[in-house]
């Protein structure tokens, strides 16, 4: 037995805070009868529906891309894109990404079908590092690279504080590379962060998300997470939301 909200948010509804608030306000249905109270558990049987629709209880997949440019971060795009989940062939489950990379940014993406795993590694409480490579336009000086660390006001608000370190830079064609480790994700944040300094992004790429990488990955190459890496995932995520 499990409680509701979290079956929901293991089918893809949503997370599982706003499964607890579909749950209270009414929408949703075990075995026909309505539950609008916390703390029920449901077994594997049951039938549950939201809105009158019935949930399909999936296997949890939980899948590391390594995105390749011109790709949107999206299970369809409007305009005829290629989406992300292009590339993962032979799972049956809906799966979605975790956050988003823009449409030129390369790098690690996950993607799953578990509402409540997504929440997590998304929301800046829960403190889930990400990396990134950067090049950019212009050499940064220490200040610069200083104001990234401490902060810089995007879209007019404050970002955390970030670890910033200066790998290479190219005096002739004044260009500079520069590693960037933040725990938010707002929409085009990296590339935000750095206008705000006087230096554009050129090129992008996510490196690392917590403790995962890129190792031995090519562009356009996929795996599934091994249940440790879930489980290590999970337990960073609320070490980071009880600091």
């Not at 089918?11 to 075990?30: D, F, Y």
């Not at 889930?128 to 220490?142: D, M, N, S, T, W």
């Not at 370190?165 to 929409?187: D, F, P, R």
């Amino acid at each position: 037995m499990e409680r509701l909200q979290k079956v929901m948010a293991h089918a893809g509804v949503a997370s599982r805070r706003k499964c607890e608030e579909l749950i209270t306000q009414g929408r949703v249905k075990v075995q026909g009868q309505v539950v609008d109270q916390l703390g029920v558990k449901v077994s594997p049987n049951d039938r549950i529906e939201v809105d009158g629709i019935p949930i399909y209880r999936e296997e949890p997949r939980y899948i590391l891309l390594y995105k390749p440019r011109n790709y949107i971060s999206a299970v369809e795009d409007d305009k005829g894109r290629p989406v992300v989940v292009d590339l993962i062939n032979g799972v049956d489950e809906r799966i979605y990404p975790i956050g988003r990379l823009d449409f030129d940014t390369t790098g690690l993406l996950l993607l799953t079908n578990d509402g409540d795993f997504a929440n997590r590694m998304m929301h800046p409480r829960f403190q889930v590092e990400k990396v990134y490579i950067a090049k950019i336009k212009g050499i940064p000086q220490v200040d610069a690279l200083k104001r990234l660390s401490k902060g810089v006001m995007v879209d007019g608000k404050l970002t955390s504080k970030a670890n910033v370190k200066l790998l290479k830079q190219n005096a002739s064609n004044q260009t500079a590379v520069v590693e960037l480790t933040i725990h938010e994700g707002w929409n085009h944040q990296v590339k935000k962060m750095f206008e705000a300094i006087g230096h554009p992004v050129i090129k992008l790429k996510r490196e690392a998300f917590a403790f995962l990488n890129l190792d031995k990955m090519q562009a356009g190459d996929w795996r599934y997470l091994t249940s440790f890496e879930v489980d290590k995932l999970r337990k960073m995520a609320e070490s980071g939301h009880r600091k």
